[in-house]
């Protein structure tokens, strides 16, 4: 009885019996219901301006987890705009009732904020229970009752609810509402969920859900909005939306809010003082407001629809979306622009436009001023916004206008933004080499939000910070590490400036002598893929997102290639497909290529019938999308030490500006050390390699500094090296990179003992076997390798590993080659005719002395794998023996590949004549 009254806002539960109105749901079945949730009740009642949601629902707890979940039951209300009525707290166990009201159970009440870390406050209440004595198997039902009085709504009453569909599963499930038949409550339900039909009963009108209701039918991600709203109903007593526009307008009423020589006067006096072009007094009025007053939402005493006060807001330097959109509003009226407030829907305003007339279908407030004939839509809680960015139009699709004669929906039009929100300057520097890392040099100026984002960055004044803020954010646009950087930000412009150098690596693919790189940019890697093949789809259309507009400059100074440069793909482009405008323009002139390219979509909508032309529209441009050919161009095994190092300067001291700024990062160590191993410094790897295993001791680093010491010839402290990377790992890797080291030092059978104690099987034991195989030459153990290597080929007959490691064991070993053609030749074929199984052939064919064969497969294998070191080396062999003087070049870049490869082939017994 008192629930059905009136309610007074109040800080205390009630404990009350269930309000009369409430209809029964039956709840016989709930102790034997299998289902986490075997009843839930939820019924809205709407009367005389209080809107009150009754929900009754029981949970199973049936592991550990749901035991943990519900010790403890949080229900929450707001004190400024209603109650919390507790009814009944038990649990269900056995067939008997525990009532823990009764026996005195009362909760905490707690005031939580939980969206303070959103710059929210709610005065919102929690009552939390803990709950005694529960066990595996029990059920615990809850019901209680809150009641809302909108303080801005002047009696009028509203509700969004959602309505709960399967895969959720509840035992027994409903969804009431009702209201007197004497309120004219309008109505709609939203999302794939079936309009039901209202009755009354006993003066009250009723709608009545089951739930869970069917699942809704699914939908193309990239639909509009409106189309991908969950199942809810809204409900309310605004006729329209005219009504709820002028039920609203009074609250932002700007008259007499402002009196000569007052704070906010003294603002606007100044503002017109420096310009007298209304868009740029829109523009330094709407800086004030977003970047002098900090957010906060203060949803108590109505807050979530009364607005604080101009003067308040200043004052106080604090306002949400409503206060800061008055503040604003009173600004442009005193100047004499045209102004008016606007709600909108952040989250998904396409669906505003199939929404019931109710408040609730906003979020978010903003001020649509009009100058000159053209709308400007000012979010004052945004940032960033100049003059140079006023003009852009966010994503909100249908805005209601605050009048006292009241206003409908009207659509948020678009408009092609003037300024890029991020303009990118890049020089790339790719003259050392196509094998080298690229150094580049980068400026990116950051618009508007975009740059805002960054402007706590900009007075970040630790460098090592700074390095790492530019390094995240050039992850995807450019890629590899930033080893210097600065962020600076321009307030009159609202832009952020990150400058920033650095290099990345593996820019160049290879394909039978030709190095490819894949042109970067704004107008590159886009396709468009809409799904419309389901027949419930093919009349949806496709949501174009944004407004986002990207400008980019790309510079680059090109490696040498003595084949002669070409640029495939198009250069220049000027077309709009998929609701995005490309530009691009590329210039190649000698040693240097210049790019300049821009895209920009805005919000939009593609009709169905449009999509198939779309989708070829993006697939010509993406199939043109630009690429750098080099022909034959200079390989870094083909260069001299001296010419290696010289190219490398740049690249090292690079990354000893990290060391610099970090000293104590074993990985900026080891990445130096890459760089000298590179440059062929091996002396100054080790000692790279030393400081960043004092610093952290990995057995990566370990194997690597082991690869080092055998490329100046220390074998032992590489054998010492690897023995610690496999005490530390102990498995396959590094069990390899320990027993060829044994091998080599004369110790084959530890080295054969050592894999076969891995004991491996599956993938991992055929690799396993491999390793074996090549080792057993060096402990006279090659025909066992051979037989271990054909039990496992009976198993996996088209193994490609195991038919390759078959024909090198013979070619290394020189072991029934004339058996092993057979094999070798298998390889090949289900290879594929790959780099590395054409080199084993080729070592066979030498062994049985058909050089001609021999250099055919490894011609073959460099045309594919021109770095293959083991192809470069047999070929400088068999040149050598033929007098021909290229095979010193052979042997030669062989070396300068894998320093290595001269005293491996030497325990094959190769060796050049």
């Known amino acids: 009885m008192i629930l059905a009254a009136p309610a007074l806002a109040g800080e205390d539960v009630g404990f009350v019996e269930t309000p009369a109105w409430v209809e029964p749901l039956y709840d016989g079945g709930i102790a034997e219901s299998r289902d986490n949730v075997p009843l839930y009740d939820r019924q809205i009642r709407f009367e005389d301006g209080v809107v009150t949601r009754y929900t009754d629902i029981a949970y199973r707890l049936d592991t550990t987890q749901a035991l943990q979940q519900m010790g403890t039951i949080q229900l929450s209300w707001l004190p400024d705009k209603g109650d919390l009525a507790v009814h009944r707290l038990e649990i269900l166990r056995d067939g008997a009732v525990i009532d823990l009201l009764a026996q005195g159970l009362r909760p905490e009440i707690l005031r939580r904020e939980r969206e303070l870390e959103r710059r929210s406050v709610n005065g919102a209440l929690t009552a939390a229970f803990a709950v005694p004595g529960l066990e595996l198997g029990d059920v615990l039902r809850v019901t209680s009752s809150t009641s809302l009085r909108d303080q801005a709504l002047a009696g009028a009453m509203q509700a969004a609810e959602p309505i709960l569909a399967e895969p ?122 977003q970047d002098e007053v900090t957010y906060l939402l203060n949803g108590m005493d109505g807050g979530n629809y009364l607005p604080q006060s101009p003067h308040d807001t200043w004052a106080n330097r ?253 250069a220049d482009l000027d077309e709009t497909a998929a609701g995005v405008r490309f530009k691009r323009a590329i210039r190649l002139s000698g040693e240097t290529l210049a790019i300049a390219d821009s895209a920009s979509y805005i919000p939009a909508e593609i009709p169905a019938s449009d999509l198939g032309e779309q989708r070829r529209a993006m697939r010509r441009i993406a199939s043109g999308d630009p690429m750098l050919r080099i022909a034959d161009p200079y390989r870094y095994w083909e260069l001299d030490d001296k010419t290696v190092a010289k190219q490398l300067e740049p690249h090292i ?17 080891n990445f130096r050390a890459t760089l000298r ?101 060096h402990a006279d153990r090659t025909a066992e390798a051979w037989d271990r290597l054909q039990i496992w080929l009976d198993e996996r007959p088209d193994e490609a590993v195991l038919l390759n490691s078959q024909c090198w064991t013979a070619g290394i070993w020189n072991f029934q080659v004339e058996l092993a053609e057979e094999v070798c030749n298998r390889a090949v074929a289900v290879s594929g005719n790959s780099a590395g199984v054409l080199d084993s052939r080729a070592l066979a064919f030498y062994r049985m002395n058909r050089k001609e064969e021999a250099m055919a497969d490894l011609d073959a294998a460099l045309a594919k794998e021109p770095g293959q070191a083991s192809s470069l080396y047999l070929r400088g062999l068999i040149r050598l023996e033929g007098g021909d003087r290229r095979g010193r070049d052979d042997l030669l870049q062989a070396q300068r590949i894998n320093p290595e490869i001269a005293r491996r082939y030497e325990g094959y017994g190769l060796t050049p004549d």
């Open 168 to 289: 959720t599963k509840i035992g027994t499930g409903r969804l009431r509402l009702s209201w007197p038949d004497t309120v004219p409550m309008q109505w709609k339900t939203l999302g794939d969920v079936k309009q039901p039909e209202s009755w009354s009963e006993d003066g009250f009108a009723v709608l009545d859900f089951n739930l869970p209701v069917p699942e809704p039918k699914a939908m193309p991600e990239d639909a509009p909005g409106r189309f991908t709203i969950a199942p809810q109903i809204q409900i309310g007593s605004f006729a329209d939306w005219a009504e709820v526009s002028q039920s609203m307008s009074g609250f932002y009423a700007t008259e007499n809010l402002l009196e000569p020589g007052d704070a906010i006067s003294r603002e606007v006096a100044r503002i017109e003082a420096a310009t007298s072009d209304p868009v740029e007094r829109a523009a330094m009025a709407l800086r004030m407001v």
């Open 318 to 570: 604090y306002g949400d979306c409503k206060a800061k959109s008055l503040l604003l509003l009173t600004m442009l009226r005193a100047m004499g622009i045209e102004a008016e407030a606007v709600l909108v829907d952040s989250d998904n305003g396409d669906a505003v436009a199939i929404s019931q007339p109710i408040p609730g279908a906003f979020d978010h407030m903003i001020v649509r001023a009009t100058i000159a004939g053209e709308d400007y839509w000012l979010d004052g809680t945004s940032a960033g916004t100049r003059v140079a960015t006023i003009d852009e139009v966010p994503d909100f699709g249908w805005a209601l206008p605050l009048r006292p004669e009241g206003a409908g929906l009207i659509e948020v039009e678009q408009r092609w933004p003037e300024s890029a929100d991020r303009t990118m300057r890049v020089t790339y520097d790719m003259s050392a080499g196509v094998d080298m890392p690229v150094l580049y040099s980068a400026e990116i100026e950051l618009r508007g939000v975009m740059g805002a984002r960054l402007r706590a960055q900009a007075a970040e004044q630790e460098q090592f910070a700074v390095v790492g803020v530019a390094t995240n954010y050039l992850e995807d646009l450019i890629g590899g590490l930033v080893y210097d950087a600065t962020i600076s930000y321009d307030d009159d412009a609202g832009t952020v400036l990150l400058a920033a150098e650095g290099m990345t690596f593996d820019q160049f693919g290879f394909e039978r002598g030709t190095a490819i790189h894949r042109l970067p940019g704004a107008t590159v890697n886009w396709d468009f893929k809409p799904n419309r093949a389901r027949s419930a789809w093919r009349d949806i259309p496709y949501r174009v997102r944004g407004p986002l507009a990207i400008k980019q400059q790309w510079d680059y100074r090109l490696p040498p290639g003595g084949g002669g440069t070409q640029l495939t793909g198009i």
């Open 653 to 669: 001291a690079g990354a000893t500006r990290l060391i610099e700024l970090k000293g104590d990062l074993a990985a900026f160590h």
């Open 677 to 777: 191993v590179l440059a062929r410094d091996f002396e100054g790897a080790i000692s790279d390699f030393d400081r960043a295993i004092e610093l952290e001791t990995d057995p990566e680093t370990l194997v690597l500094r082991a690869d080092a010491y055998d490329a100046v010839g220390d074998h032992d402290a590489a054998l010492a090296d690897a023995q610690m990377a496999f005490e530390l790992q102990g498995d396959l890797q590094y069990a390899t990179a320990y027993g060829f080291r044994l091998a080599r030092a004369g110790r084959a059978e530890e080295a054969l003992e050592l894999i076969d104690q891995l004991g491996l099987s599956g993938d991992q034991g055929v690799d396993a076997e491999v390793v074996w195989s090549e080792i057993s030459g």
